[in-house]
């Protein structure tokens, strides 16, 4: 057997070894008090990974996961980088048509659901003829599983850093969700960038309150399990009870939070977070999204003491996070603006493209970043791929450059502050929506003329998704027009507020104007 220490060049070969070195420590613990070792997830990890093969699934096919942080959904994920094959995992709470466009999208040559059944169970079953469905709770499939090898596939020295590892799907502006790869590479250093950052090592433990088809779940799943540290799935009914969510940390004993800032508010809200709650959490990481300064300010004042707490930033087509910063009592010297996003990681770079109308400012612009955190781009999707990955313009050689439609502002001291966006791209509880995938998803409803949606900022920097619709039929309700959207978004992206209009304000150009629309609320 090669010893696989010697050459760490694919994320296949990175767990086996660490699984290798902490072998009979905890790779995953269960609130509910199921555990199991790094040795044993790696044997079920490769047990997956010839069950694939078994499957036919082979280097570069796409493996869909409906995965409810089961234990063997995350052995099921290292089964696909052992083998090279692309992982995504999706939302059992969205509805049936958002999730067809996607299937669409990837195409997967199998699809795996988890322990829960999503409510469109009947119209996957429906589809079965057209994808390779696999129940993994199923008698046959766990006893197939039984007779599967625990040998590391020969498969894996095939894989590449430059192999696709995995396709986040975000919200996409033409109403299609769009999916971003990532490569082996690009995680391996976001592997090494997590513990040099938060000096993580085996003794660590850290949560997994971010659903698995979220971005920030990458943090969650490779900084731990790849840095030898243990991983705590807070289920989603869990993280739903803000008092069991507390109680799961304290009793796990975790050492690292990392979470959208909104579940943090909401716990502080609530109430249900005391000065001798986490106390064994080192580090309080959060983003995704602005946390309310105030908010923060309780939260510092709560924890500052004894816990680091960091604010990161990233996109998704960049692996998650790029940058982030360690917050101070000066941090509260000014309470209107967001905290800093802070310097970009080793081997990130990026350009500031001006803005239009705008070459004056050389510190204002569009932050593009650059280097091997940088994804491949979106997948089947040559067109949006070539206008977010561009060529750096201030390069002679091939550079390939991520516009991230973020608009910064980069300080005296080299710290990078958010300051809007160039598009109608908002996060919102974490997620990042485009306003033209839920004007898309009105506008698809057969009674509806025209729509418009707009995010309206309220207390505490936090906001609400509202839309203005003009109908076809004057007995459509608002009610109506909710149930019917909830067919076609997920939870997360429906307007708190849906208000009927005569007719939709426009600017000089002809378009739906928002500015006019968010003036009406």
Not at 64 to 82: E, P, Q, R, V
Not at 212 to 240: K, T
Not at 274 to 289: A, L, P, Q, Y
Request: charged share 20%.
């Amino acid at each position: 057997m090669i010893n696989v220490d010697n050459y760490i060049y694919n994320l296949g070969l990175k767990f086996s070894a660490c699984a290798d070195r902490h072998s009979n420590n905890i790779a995953i613990n269960y609130p509910q008090g199921k555990s199991v070792s790094f040795s044993a997830l790696d044997e079920m990890s490769n047990r997956w990974a010839d069950f694939l093969k078994k499957q036919n699934i082979k280097y570069g096919d796409v493996v869909t996961i409906f995965n409810t942080k089961s234990l063997h959904g995350y052995a099921l994920m290292l089964g696909c980088l052992k083998i090279g094959a692309i992982y995504t995992n999706l939302d059992t709470s969205s509805p049936w048509l958002r999730i067809h466009k996607i299937l669409e999208t990837c195409n997967p040559s199998i699809i795996f659901l988890d322990e829960m059944m999503p409510s469109f169970h009947q119209e996957l079953l429906e589809s079965a003829s057209h994808y390779n469905l696999v129940e993994i709770f199923d008698d046959n499939t766990q006893a197939e599983l039984t007779v599967c090898s625990t040998d590391l596939p020969l498969e894996v020295y095939q894989v590449t850093g430059a192999s696709p590892a995995y396709i986040m799907f975000t919200s996409g502006s033409t109403g299609f969700p769009k999916g971003a790869v990532m490569s082996h590479q690009n995680v391996l250093n976001f592997i090494q960038w997590a513990q040099s950052t938060f000096s993580l090592d085996s003794s660590d433990i850290l949560t997994n309150a971010n659903p698995i088809y979220f971005d920030n779940s990458v943090f969650d799943f490779y900084a731990s399990l790849f840095n030898g540290a243990c991983l705590v799935p807070l289920s989603h009914e869990l993280v739903r009870n803000p008092s069991d969510i507390v109680q799961a940390i304290n009793d796990a004993g975790c050492t690292t939070w990392f979470s959208v800032p909104s579940l943090l508010v909401y716990l502080l809200t609530t109430r249900v977070l005391n000065k001798t709650d986490f106390h064994s959490v080192k580090r309080i990481i959060f983003g995704g999204e602005g946390f309310p300064k105030n908010k923060l300010k309780d939260l510092f004042e709560l924890f500052g003491d004894r816990i680091s707490l960091y604010n990161v930033y990233g996109p998704t087509e960049c692996t998650c996070i790029c940058s982030s910063y360690q917050i101070t009592d000066i941090d509260f010297k000014q309470m209107d603006v967001l905290a800093p996003l802070g310097k970009l990681a080793p081997n990130f770079g990026y350009v500031l493209l001006p803005l239009e109308g705008d070459n004056e400012d050389s510190k204002l612009g569009e932050l593009c970043l650059t280097g091997p955190c940088v994804g491949l781009g979106y997948f089947n999707d040559s067109e949006r791929t070539a206008a977010s990955f561009i060529q750096n313009p201030a390069s002679l050689y091939r550079d390939i450059i991520y516009r991230s439609g973020d608009i910064v502002r980069e300080d005296n001291l080299g710290y990078l502050h958010f300051k809007g966006r160039v598009d109608n791209q908002i996060k919102h509880m974490g997620y990042r929506i485009e306003l033209e995938e839920i004007e898309a998803a009105l506008n698809a409803l057969v009674y509806v003329n025209e729509a418009g949606v707009v995010y309206h900022k309220i207390s505490g920097g936090l906001g609400q998704i509202c839309a203005f619709v003009h109908t076809q039929n004057a007995d459509v309700t608002s009610e109506q027009i909710l149930v019917d959207l909830k067919l076609a978004l997920p939870p997360y992206m429906l307007p708190k507020k849906i208000r009927l209009l005569e007719k939709l304000p426009k600017n000089a150009n002809g378009k739906t104007d928002r500015i006019q629309l968010a003036a009406l609320l």
